[in-house]
């Protein structure tokens, strides 16, 4: 019985670590689109971008902690290395991609674990995806808003409005 218990947790455990290995490489690409943000002055950029990247940090936590609790072992490598770029249209759209990709990667985790009866896992992932679209609207708005505004408009309202801020 702990064998056939431990095989079907098994599947949720590396379910897990692939997740864990995406927001690992997630987290770290939104942490290096905020240095490049914050370097270009562009601080409520900057400072969105680092909030997500904690946000990310935070699913790996809880993440690592549901593999431990299911006596797995954590996989703590990211699933990519950080893109270099300083575009700000590139750096939104790949942002979105991640975002797209890692809700559609929970989605069918959390079906999988649903089959597996791992009801934990299964919420969990649901959970997550909640989060994922969050940020993925983010990102998606941000981006509308660049292209409708033009990119020099848009990087020269944020400079304005981190004057503002600054003034009051």
Do not use: W
Not at 102 to 120: G, P
């Amino acid at each position: 019985m702990e064998n056939k218990q431990q095989n079907k947790y098994q599947r949720s455990i590396d379910l897990l670590n692939e997740a864990l290995g995406k927001e690992i490489a997630t987290s770290l690409q939104y942490m290096y689109f905020h240095e490049h943000f914050e370097d270009s002055g562009y601080k409520f950029i900057a400072d969105r971008m680092r909030q997500i990247s904690i946000a990310e940090m935070r699913h790996c936590e809880e993440l690592s902690e549901r593999i431990l609790f299911l006596e797995g072992d954590i996989d703590m490598n990211p699933s990519f290395r950080t893109r270099q770029m300083q575009d700000v249209k590139e750096m939104f759209a790949f942002a979105m991609q991640l975002e797209q990709s890692t809700i559609d990667e929970y989605n069918r985790s959390s079906r999988l674990t649903s089959e597996y009866e791992d009801s934990v896992t299964h919420r969990m992932f649901q959970n997550l995806t909640v989060e994922e679209e969050e940020h993925l609207d983010y990102f998606r708005t941000e981006l509308e808003n660049l292209e409708h505004y033009g990119e020099k408009e848009y990087l020269a309202l944020q400079s304005v409005a981190q004057s503002k801020a600054e003034a009051k």
